[in-house]
């Protein structure tokens, strides 16, 4: 381990009291302001929780320090401070579900790695199943994840409600609940907390991030990539990794490949804070929405992808009408909390709904994109994996079957072809 | 929620229809003349513009016929509407 | 009964009405027309809440939604209220009103004593804190959670009925004040047609002393006409008691109605709230605009409050907070709450005006009423336990100090215009110095805003300028001619002044209880300390100090917190931005954005003609994609295994029917039909014979299964095509999309015949006798109808469609009929073949059945990864043409080895059904060792084989067909079979042929 990682400003509860009488004892900058340099060793483009953790890993695991992060906005103001704050690993295929249970073993550890409470908590994540075929398709992921090692149960209706008190399970609505997959070690982790608590290790690193800096273009010659222009000057760099929800279409084209990427705005609400009254998430993949009740009280709902592409982080208000309608069958009481906040993030949405985390036809030009909505509960993993693949120059063998060449051959990894649920 | 003027039926609202993705080019009559790659970028790939998108639409609780549209992807602006033959039917007013 | 803060004769509110209400338990007394609020002012409650954080005594600040305070818990009969502003909801006989957030009650609250560690409390506090031991951090979190969250959800059912209703106009005005009517009268003049909203019970209720309102003579006669004019003509629609919740693109509003009042009426069918779509031309804001608190140390004591708000409680409700009262301002608007007050006989102690220099008429009109004016001089700290009792102020300056006594203080630190709208749907705002505010940047996208939301706060200039604003919707040269046609006498002749100030405190670190944003108890110090800490941007400060997250979204907060960091940033307030906004504006119950759209409404039902048969003949349905369709019918007290081994066993060996009606069907029609289905599926029909039928999967351009069905010729360039159930309307979208967008050339059409028929399918050994009995004039031999092929016949003109084919692997006729006459024709079935031991019987059987053959069903046996290589239907796949698919089957991968195929199973204990999803290894493999093969898909126990089946994908399937494998279910549990073809009864196909 680097041993820039190890800083005089921690935090924990005797700091805290120590600040409560001098408050500057315990003073640390969160997020830098900083000016470019002219030369790095790795520009990360994207100060979303994916492009600061592939810097962490960066400078953790491969002893890289020297790295700017460029953010056209604001670190914390893009998806990873839009959304529902899920994590859970218990996807169908083998593939996807190594990949986010190595992002949810980092995830475990990751307050205690970068000295920031990130607030993981283990609320358990329900999948319900509403006919025959959801129930037995959740039996094949609830099998499939417990022989990959991944903790996994099935519930009855009854035994949900043990679970969840609160829930209907009446045969009479519409379309009554059959089962549930429950993972026991998903649960939310708090999406604000990453953003600042990388951003303030990677200061401590002595990594650059330099938001509000818009890339203009990449500096490619002979198909070799060796800096950006933006607002901010040139900047130059031996290897430029791309993390970028929304704009990934946009660097495609400045290295000239084109990508299977489509943007679309994902919506979900917040209710008025309410005392606790849910503790687990619930997911309904038949029904599009699902819940589940953050630290402050709020109750958070989210729902599928608007249907048509767009750049406007506005979405349209019928998928909120579905998904509210969607989640008072479930809970009716849930009728009587009120609607305080709504928002869309953007999300890239590839072919199977699987990322794409690899090199690209340009060289020293690395992309992480196509995560659909999954990935705020993959950023520790996905910079983990990337910044494996950037050090190295090849993938790791997590996301070596997440390549851009799959699209080629077919070896899809068909995570809603095969049912597996959404978010 | 968008305002769309079908080119049949005049203006509905965005729930009476199906987004039926970009405009694409055309499926090759011959796609076994194609490459792997040429083909999976037929398949996949996607323009996915920030901007003014020529997309199709499906009035689906309408008429049930297809027609396109010129929206910007940021505003969400209609600009156009047309029928598949590309013919500008009516130009909206700005 | 008495009410010790109500002045006589004053406001609109019903006085001849008492109503009783009990707040805290105890028993007081308002009237009709009060809101919570109001009333509680009346009875002297200033002090009405605690905070969320530090549990400080709080009060009322507001009058209007923009409340961070007073949020109640009510009820009223059983109707449950949470989160509830005491300004957005009325008063009814017998509400029940209950403060939150403190334990054991208001007064007294231990939890207050948060307050004195305070100072550990730093922003971010959590993020810092609670990270070790590891392990506890879920026990931590459960008890930081039950410290969140305001009111308390009681889980029983919600009462309220919610509709929701549609509408479109020209323009919609936001607003009934001086420049929502000037502006509407213009429009009206037009020709367009308005809908006006009103978030209060009354219309324009700021104008309601036309009288006072105006000096100016002529002015009060022309307002008042144009107001008349706005009332009473036809194209103007006035919604009261509505807020707009949100405003989206092409002009789309929601709004809420009602969400303030309680519906008494015992009729089933008038509806509590009302969720309002509107489609627009154009939307205008004229929601006026949100004053802004003062700073100073205590500044959220109980009895501080906007001025705005002291002149509305006194107007609208004839309430005053209390007697002494103190105003506290940096802007000249604020002293139209001093002349409310004189107006009524009521004076105030003292004005503080941080301002050298004030309007010289106000200031001769103070003088003349005796009223002590501080100029140049700001509040440092307010005192009192549960409220203000007395105040220091200094100069600016700092030489001069005092104490002033007061029990009220009114504050004003300039008005917020209501941009909200604006920001939520992408807009930008500018700062506009004069009057400390930001104001829209408007564009073609964006709404009107006028009068108060456009930071135009004098009244007459009001009036005139929303009048100008809408002539821009008209043409140019039209619009010249009428600038100055009307409304010449509103002039602004006043030019008050807001000066901006920022207290110097400010940039002390050591400031304590200067309140920035009170509902989420964010301080000025938690502010200062986020920007050290590198939060210099308005949206990162935001979520990293909790401002405006409450339920009120910062909008009594969100500016003064800009102007702070702008001054500590040293920087001017337009280069930091502004905080981005979201909807709603005004919050709205999940029920009402739900409207009725749940139980039965949630999702359309489809039931078939024969329905009510399956109902009476004890029918457990199950839902596929929006059908009821019968999984089993019981009889007497059998399980519904043993209902299912019967059903299965009839068809078996006597005669079973299945109501197939829910299968979609498609008619294919037009000379280039058989070139359409060619590219639609991978067989060939270019040889096809009149009358005969076709199975086929679909598929997508990417080779993979997503449906199948029967394809039927029923003539030249006349086909019939059968989806699944669950798939037709899909199926149906993706052929038009084909036709239309791609093969336009083509000259074919599509009709969706699903409900048009009844399928009436008769499967079973004996099914060629039941079919002959029911259509005599056909013959039903094999040779003259062979397995595969169609016939069509009719019975008193009513024509009949009749299909040999075989989702079962028995013989079998499915029938069509008219849906009219579905339910003649299957009771006529059902009385022919009585004495052939008829069984109707349901998906559950028929699932078995094609199990026990073999047959896929798409969905369950496929996953969407799945080639029809893959479950061997390769011979189906064409050489000599394309079809959708095809090029991408051509792929390598497709055809390499390790690809999932479709096998069955034989389970060695064969009594018991193993479970589905159960994962497939070799042999020799344990749970955590060795590679997952596949898993089964379908798993039934086959009652005529009488042992347990299952299909399965597994990697190199065929290659392993005869072979042991180890299968392990989702407990775990380790099972062997045999994997064998995917047939298990009459495999060679006698029977159905």
Redesign the interface.
């Known amino acids: 381990m680097n041993n820039k990682l190890n800083t005089k400003n921690s935090y924990s509860i005797f700091s805290i009291i120590k600040g409560g009488f001098n408050k500057n004892s315990i003073l640390d900058i969160s997020i830098s302001n900083k000016t470019p340099k002219k030369q790095y060793d790795v520009i990360v483009i994207g100060g979303g929780g994916h492009g600061m953790a592939t810097a962490y890993y960066l400078a953790k695991n491969h002893g890289i320090t020297n790295i700017a992060v460029v953010e056209k906005g604001l670190i914390g103001r893009g998806n990873t401070g839009r959304n529902t704050q899920v994590v859970r690993s218990n996807y169908l295929w083998t593939e996807s579900s190594l990949l986010y249970e190595h992002s949810l073993k980092l995830w475990n550890n990751l307050s205690q790695d970068i000295n920031f409470n990130v607030m993981y908590t283990k609320r358990g994540v329900f999948s319900l199943a509403h006919s025959y075929q959801e129930a037995r398709d959740v039996a094949r992921r609830v099998t499939a994840n417990k022989l990959n090692g991944i903790d996994s149960i099935y519930l009855t209706p009854k035994e949900i409600k043990d679970y969840i008190p609160i829930i209907n399970i009446s045969p009479k609505v519409r379309y009554p609940i059959f089962g549930a997959s429950l993972q026991k070690r998903g649960g939310t982790v708090h999406h604000d907390a990453v953003a600042w608590g990388l951003a303030r290790r990677l200061n401590q690193i002595g990594v650059d991030i330099l938001q509000n800096c818009e890339v203009k273009n990449l500096i490619i010659k002979n198909n070799i990539v060796n800096g950006i222009e933006t607002n901010k000057g040139d900047i130059f760099a031996s290897k430029i990794a791309v993390a970028v929800a929304g704009s990934s279409t946009r660097f495609a084209e400045m290295g000239k490949f084109k990508l299977p990427i489509e943007s679309h705005p994902l919506q979900a609400w917040v209710s008025e804070p309410i005392k606790p009254i849910l503790n687990p998430v619930i997911m309904s993949n038949a029904v599009h929405a699902y819940v589940s009740q953050a630290e402050k009280g709020e109750l958070v709902i989210g729902a599928g992808i608007d249907k048509y592409i767009g750049y406007s982080q506005r979405g349209s208000f019928s998928v909120i009408e579905n998904a509210t309608s969607a989640i008072i069958e479930l809970f009716p009481s849930f009728s009587k909390v009120k609607l305080l906040r709504t928002w869309a993030g953007l999300v890239d949405v590839s072919p199977d709904a699987c990322p794409i985390i690899d090199l690209t036809p340009v060289k020293n030009l690395y992309i992480n994109c196509g995560w659909g909505t999954g990935g705020f509960k993959a950023t520790p993993g996905s910079g983990y994996v990337f910044a494996h693949t950037v050090a190295n120059n090849e993938p790791h063998v997590l996301n070596e079957p997440f390549s851009f060449t799959r699209f080629e051959s077919g070896k899809l990894i068909d995570e809603h072809g095969a049912a597996g649920v959404a978010h | 929620?968008?305002?769309i003027k079908c080119i049949f039926c005049g203006e509905r609202?965005?729930?009476e229809f199906?987004?039926?993705?970009?405009l694409r080019d055309?499926?090759p009559?011959?796609?076994?003349d194609?490459s792997?790659?040429e083909?999976?970028?037929f398949?996949?790939?996607?323009?996915?513009v920030?901007g003014i998108?020529i997309?199709?639409w499906?009035h689906?609780g309408g008429c049930?016929?297809?027609f396109n549209i010129e929206r910007n992807?940021?505003?969400?602006?209609?600009t156009n509407t047309f029928n598949?033959?590309k013919q500008k039917i009516t130009r909206e007013k700005? | 009964m008495k009410q010790i803060n109500r002045i006589n004769n004053l406001g609109l509110i019903n006085r001849s009405k008492l109503i009783e209400f009990y707040f805290n338990d105890k028993k007081l007394y308002a009237f009709e027309g009060d809101t919570l609020a109001s009333a509680l002012l009346a009875n002297g409650f200033i002090f009405t809440s605690r905070s969320i954080k530090y549990h400080r005594p709080r009060g009322l600040f507001a009058h209007d939604i923009s409340e961070p305070n007073s949020i109640m818990q009510v009820s009223i009969e059983d109707k449950e209220f949470i989160n509830v502003q005491a300004t957005d909801i009325y008063l009814y006989n017998n509400m029940v009103i209950k403060s939150i957030n403190h334990w054991p009650s208001l007064d007294f609250d231990i939890f207050s004593l948060k307050r004195i560690f305070s100072k550990f409390f730093l922003p971010g506090f959590i993020y810092k804190t609670f990270m070790y031991p590891r392990l506890l951090w879920d026990f931590y979190e459960k008890l930081i959670r039950k410290t969140k969250g305001f009111g308390k959800l009681k889980l029983e059912e919600d009462l309220l009925r919610y509709e929701k209703k549609h509408s479109n106009t020209d323009i919609l005005i936001i607003g009934t004040g001086p420049s929502a009517i000037s502006f509407a009268y213009s429009v009206l003049k037009f020709g367009y047609k308005i809908i006006m909203v009103e978030q209060d019970s009354i219309f324009s209720p700021t104008m309601l002393d036309i009288e006072n309102s105006f000096t100016d003579d002529k002015q009060k006669n022309e307002f008042s006409q144009i107001k008349d004019y706005v009332l009473k003509h036809s194209n103007t629609t006035i919604l009261l008691n509505t807020k707009l919740s949100s405003f989206n693109d092409h002009n789309f509003s929601t709004l809420i109605q009602n969400s303030s009042v309680i519906n008494l009426s015992e009729s089933n069918y008038s509806p509590d709230q009302i969720l309002w779509k509107i489609r627009s031309t154009k939307v205008v804001i004229a929601a006026g605009a949100i004053e802004r608190p003062m700073l100073f140390e205590n500044n959220d004591l109980p009895g501080i409050m906007s001025s705005k708000s002291i002149s509305m409680y006194l107007n609208r409700y004839g309430v005053i907070p209390g007697k002494n009262i103190v105003l506290y301002t940096n802007n000249d608007y604020s002293y139209q709450m001093i002349f409310d007050l004189l107006k009524n006989g009521i004076s105030v102690s003292a004005v503080i005006d941080v301002r050298k220099n004030i309007n010289d008429e106000i200031l001769v009109k103070l003088q003349k009423n005796n009223i002590k004016v501080i100029l140049h001089h700001e509040v440092i700290k307010a005192y009192g336990n549960k409220f203000i009792n007395k105040i220091d102020i200094s100069s600016i300056d700092k030489k001069e100090k005092t104490t002033i006594k007061c029990s009220v203080l009114a504050v004003s630190n300039g008005y917020t215009p209501i941009n909200q709208y604006h920001v939520q749907s992408g807009g930008l705002l500018s700062y506009k110095e004069e009057i400390d505010s930001f104001v829209p940047i408007e564009t073609k996208f964006s709404p009107i805003h006028i009068g108060g939301s456009a930071g135009i706060f004098d009244l007459a200039e009001s009036i005139k300028s929303a009048y100008l604003k809408s002539l821009t919707l008209i043409d140019k040269k039209m619009a010249d001619l009428k600038k100055t046609s009307e409304l010449n006498n509103f002039k602004n002749t006043n030019n008050y002044s807001i000066s901006k100030y920022l207290p110097s405190v400010i940039y002390n670190m050591n400031t304590k209880n200067i309140f920035v944003d009170y509902q989420t108890d964010t301080s000025l110090f938690d502010i200062k300390y986020a920007i050290k800490e590198g939060f210099i941007f308005v949206d990162q400060l935001r979520r990293y100090t909790l401002f405006g997250t409450g339920i009120e979204q910062g909008k009594h907060s969100n500016d003064n917190i800009l102007f702070l960091l702008a001054d500590i940033l040293d920087l001017k307030p337009d280069q930091i931005g502004h905080v981005k906004s979201r909807p709603p504006f005004s919050s709205i119950n999940f029920g009402a954005i739900s409207g009725r759209s749940n139980n039965e409404f949630f999702d359309p039902i489809r039931i078939t003609p024969i329905h009510n048969w399956h109902k009476q003949n004890n029918a457990i349905f199950e839902n596929v994609g929006q059908w009821k369709r019968p999984l089993y019918y019981q009889k007497f007290n059998e399980s519904m295994e043993e209902s299912v081994n019967r059903e299965c066993l009839a068809v078996r060996n006597s005669v079973g029917v299945i109501d197939a009606s829910t299968l979609g069907k498609i008619e294919v029609v037009g000379p280039d039909s058989i070139e359409f289905l060619n590219m639609i599926y991978p067989n060939k029909f270019t040889n096809m014979k009149i009358a005969k039928c076709k199975y086929s999967l679909m598929l997508n351009d990417e080779g993979m299964i997503f449906d199948d069905g029967v394809i039927a010729k029923l003539d030249e360039n006349h086909y019939l095509i059968h989806t699944t159930s669950s798939g037709a309307s899909t199926v149906l979208d993706w052929l038009d999309q084909w036709l239309q967008t791609e093969w336009d050339h083509f000259n074919v059409s599509l009709r969706s015949v699903t409900d048009k028929w009844t399928t009436i399918s008769v499967n079973g050994p004996k099914s060629r006798d039941l079919a002959s009995r029911l259509f005599e004039n056909v013959d039903f031999s094999n040779e003259s109808f062979p397995f595969m092929s169609y016939k069509e016949t009719s019975v008193d003109d009513i024509p009949i469609r009749i299909f040999r084919v075989s989702f079962s692997g028995e013989l079998c006729f499915e029938i069509n009929v008219p849906s009219n006459y579905g339910q003649y024709f299957w009771d006529k079935t059902f009385e022919l073949g009585r004495d052939l031991s008829i069984v109707p019987y349901g998906t559950e059987a028929m699932h078995v059945l094609r199990a026990e053959k073999g047959f896929i069903i798409v969905g369950q046996d496929t996953d969407g990864s799945v080639t029809p290589i893959d479950i061997g239907a390769i011979k189906m796949l064409s050489k000599s043409k394309d079809f959708l698919g095809k090029r991408s089957l051509d792929r390598p991968y497709f055809h390499e080895n390790g690809r999932k195929q479709l096998v069955g199973i034989l389970p060695d204990d064969f009594k018991n059904r193993i479970y589905d999803g159960a994962h497939i290894k070799n042999i020799n493999d344990e749970i955590l060792t060795g590679d997952i093969l596949g898993h089964i898909t379908s798993s039934y126990f086959s009652p005529i084989l009488n042992k347990s089946i299952a299909l399965a994908l597994v990697k190199n399937g065929n290659a392993m067909i005869g072979q042991k494998v180890l299968i392990i279910d989702m407990n775990l549990n380790k099972n062997y079979g045999t994997i064998t073809k995917p047939v298990f009864y009459d495999e060679k196909g006698v029977k159905q042929q």
Do not use: V
Request: charged share 30%; aromatic share 12%; net charge negative.
């Open positions: 929620m968008l305002l609202d965005e729930t199906h987004y039926g993705g970009e055309k499926r009559l011959n796609p076994n194609l792997d790659k083909w999976a970028e398949l996949y790939s996607k323009r996915n920030n998108h997309e199709q499906f689906s049930r016929q297809w992807t940021f505003t969400n602006e209609i598949l033959k700005d």
